[in-house]
């Protein structure tokens, strides 16, 4: 069995980060377990059509790794995984990367005090398990009526099939959330029909992108501090528009603006009231894009908001009794975000998985660090989520308390630790006090945000510089510490590369 240090599950942003900053604080005894053949997460596989990030650039992008050369002021998928692929090879991670290694199951195994790993690949042992999987990486398949049963040609967004032509073909697209939006415009000129099915309208507001002139690369690049300052504006500017998410009335201004730009864009009253959604904005995702509206209005969408009641061999029975004629469905259905699983695949303390000890709903320390489950960190977990600027912000500050309770165990000799149950229950009622008053509990809708107790789960309730200044203090007395005599501290550095 081969023994490692720390075992790092999934290869996106979470996973590398943590690679990097692993790195640079000396713990080099770890390795990159990753299921597909390549690097990236979410970016290597959302290859849809019109696929982009809706935060800027250079928010969406590492602190401590800034890309002077972005194209765009909003970075396409391909784009972004470039930049993820740059990070591989300037931060030394390629022979720390395990591709085609799924993780069937993480185990804890109380006699060894050791994380059991199995891979197709093989089994390995570690002390410290960090899962980066990520909220967005599992594509969620709706349980409609028929579905095995259509005779044409089905595939989620997220598992775009290039292989099939869409030029021509009778096409229905399942939802009308943050993929749709995007490849909707892409897809409807090519289609000799297009049905929408949509569930719920979106606030959808103008998408403000632009290419970078060389001008900006040119300064970049000659003047110290620059980019970086621009981050920070950006940084400054992301996290006032959080104003309106903690006090719903504030984005009632915002909501007027999205109104303007729907009347402008869609001339057709009755279609208009079909896009206009009626709850406050910011309570679901809120979109970005100039185009979705218009290409809804033109003469060969239909969009269709009486629900699915079940699919057939050659079509869609709606809800109102029509029967809709189609030879491809497009499922824009979201993700497993609630109900993820990995949580069935890590199992802690006495066999309990995550799926277990988080039904019915998630909570975990910090959204961090979970009580049952030693030695294990979720990046991207529980309440670590943002409805108005980039989750990378939460990510980098997740990891310095990662990196500061690795530190800890190292200098004091300790083999174990995991949250105390009383410091878990404090921190995720303190969360649920903050969010009673946002636009997620009173806006008057219901979201992927919420789980199935209908408790907001995903989101912090606050600002991304509350969430970093918590993080950035770490409290020994929050855990539970067990040491192990004789152990080599953790993180002692190994040749990984010949392994």
């Not at 398990?129 to 990520?134: D, F, L, M, Q, S």
Request: charged content about 20%; some cysteine.
């Amino acid at each position: 069995m081969n023994e490692i240090g720390i075992a790092i599950i999934g290869s996106g942003f979470a996973g590398l980060g943590a690679a990097i900053k692993l790195r640079r604080k000396g713990f080099t005894d770890f390795l990159i377990f990753e299921k597909a053949d390549d690097i990236g997460g979410t970016w290597r596989d959302n290859t849809y059509p019109g696929c982009a990030c809706d935060v800027t650039s250079n928010l969406y992008s590492f602190s401590f790794a800034l890309n002077p050369r972005w194209t765009d002021t909003f970075s396409g998928r391909r784009e972004i995984w470039k930049y993820l692929t740059g990070c591989v090879d300037r931060f030394g991670l390629r022979p720390f990367l395990r591709l085609g290694h799924e993780v069937k199951e993480a185990a804890w195994d109380e006699q060894t005090r050791r994380w059991i790993i199995t891979t197709p690949r093989g089994t390995f042992r570690a002390r410290i398990v960090i899962a980066a999987t990520g909220p967005l990486s599992q594509p969620s398949i709706p349980d409609i009526p028929g579905l095995d049963t259509f005779a044409g040609t089905v595939f989620h967004s997220a598992r775009w099939d290039h292989d099939h032509d869409l030029t021509g073909r009778e096409v229905a697209v399942v939802g009308t959330g943050a993929s749709a939006i995007q490849f909707v415009p892409k897809i409807q000129p090519k289609v000799e029909r297009l049905r929408l099915f949509q569930r719920t309208p979106a606030w959808i507001v103008p998408h403000v992108t632009r290419r970078v002139s060389r001008a900006e690369h040119w300064l970049y690049g000659h003047i110290p501090g620059l980019h970086r300052l621009n981050r920070t504006l950006l940084y400054w500017a992301y996290e006032s528009m959080g104003v309106g998410f903690l006090h719903p009335w504030v984005n009632r201004i915002g909501q007027r603006i999205a109104e303007r730009n729907l009347r402008r864009q869609v001339p057709d009253p009755d279609m208009r009231a079909k896009l206009r959604p009626r709850y406050v904005m910011g309570c679901k995702r809120v979109l970005r894009s100039n185009d979705f509206w218009p290409a809804v209005t033109k003469d060969n969408v239909d969009l269709i908001t009486s629900g699915i009641k079940e699919i057939r061999p050659k079509g869609i029975l709606a809800n109102d009794g029509t029967e809709y004629q189609v030879d491809t469905i497009i499922l824009g259905t979201g993700f497993h975000v609630t109900d993820s699983p990995v949580m069935r695949q890590i199992r802690g303390r006495g066999g309990k998985s995550l799926a277990d000890a988080w039904t019915p709903t998630m909570r975990a320390y910090l959204g961090t660090t979970v009580n049952g489950f030693p030695n294990l960190f979720f990046l991207l977990g529980p309440n670590t989520g943002l409805g108005h600027t980039s989750v990378l912000i939460m990510l980098e500050a997740q990891l310095k308390q990662v990196l500061k309770t690795l530190e800890h165990m190292r200098r004091k000799g300790i083999a174990t630790m995991e949250p105390t149950a009383e410091a878990q229950r404090r921190y995720t009622t303190h969360i649920d006090r903050k969010m009673a008053g946002t636009v997620w509990a009173t806006g008057g809708c219901n979201s992927w945000y919420l789980d199935s107790t209908g408790r907001n789960s995903t989101l912090w309730p606050g600002f991304a510089t509350t969430f970093r200044v918590r993080l950035g203090t770490f409290r020994p007395a929050d855990y539970t510490f067990a040491t192990t005599a004789g152990e080599a501290p953790i993180g002692a550095s190994r040749e990984l590369a010949k392994r």
